[in-house]
T-cell receptor, first 109, second 112 residues
Framework: GQNIDQPTEMTATEGAIVQINCTYQ??????LFWYQQHAGEAPTFLSY??LDGLEEKGRFSSFLSRSKGYSYLLLKELQMKDSASYLC??????????WGAGTKLIIKP | IAGITQAPTSQILAAGRRMTLRCTQD?????MYWYRQDLGLGLRLIHY???????GKGEVPDGYSVSRANTDDFPLTLASAVPSQTSVYFC???????????FGQGTRLTVV
């Protein structure tokens, strides 16, 4: 079966750095996406990785290791507005997205 | 309209009733999707359409139907609602293949 695992909840302090991990087992791989979802709102796209390595976009970075079936999202200089759920999704061989349950990130002052 | 729009925003529905959730996008995206999101679970794909005139079944299609008569619209119909269909429904669209999906604001449906 196909499976995406990420921690249910994480807590971090404003101004700090946090790393949210995602491991996956899917039938085929056509890229990994990270989305941000604030409570009661729609998911919004953050990053896309299809090759191994680190993709940096401002305060957010995403890393992929295809051989390990592993990705992480790194958030730097945390702000209160970063409190949200972070969703990891893998595109399988049929170009369908398989979604993790999301990691709820709580930022404390 | 800019982006993808869903209607209604929320709905309380009696079990056994028929309901259509509407979804419209103005980005000329080929692919459209319907997901449901339940607490503790990831987004689950109900139905999808890779291009106008074609549809396909996702992970949880039972009790739902879709149509894609044109590029912009992708309605989701519950033929006879049941309480287990209580959920938040998201419509999304993308250019296709391995491109990012854009989501509507969601429809919160409660079946009683």
């Amino acid at each position: 079966g196909q499976n995406i695992d990420q921690p249910t909840e994480m807590t971090a302090t404003e101004g700090a750095i946090v790393q949210i991990n995602c491991t996956y087992q899917t039938s085929g791989f056509n890229g990994l996406f990270w989305y941000q979802q604030h409570a009661g709102e729609a998911p919004t796209f953050l990053s896309y990785n299809v090759l191994d390595g680190l993709e940096e976009k401002g305060r957010f970075s995403s890393f992929l290791s295809r051989s390990k079936g592993y990705s992480y999202l790194l958030l730097k200089e945390l702000q209160m507005k970063d409190s949200a759920s972070y969703l990891c999704a893998v595109m399988d061989s049929n170009y369908q997205l398989i979604w993790g349950a999301g990691t709820k990130l709580i930022i404390k002052p | 309209i800019a982006g993808i729009t869903q209607a209604p925003t929320s709905q309380i529905l009696a079990a056994g009733r028929r309901m259509t959730l509407r979804c419209t996008q103005d980005m000329r995206h080929n692919a459209m999707y319907w997901y449901r999101q339940d607490l503790g679970l990831g987004l689950r794909l109900i139905h999808y359409s890779n291009t106008a005139g074609t549809t396909g079944k996702g992970e949880v299609p039972d009790g739902y139907s879709v149509s894609r008569a044109n590029t912009d619209d992708f309605p989701l119909t519950l033929a006879s609602a049941v309480p287990s269909q209580t959920s938040v429904y998201f419509c999304a669209s993308s250019r296709g293949d391995n491109t990012e999906a854009f989501f509507g604001q969601g429809t919160r449906l409660t079946v009683v």
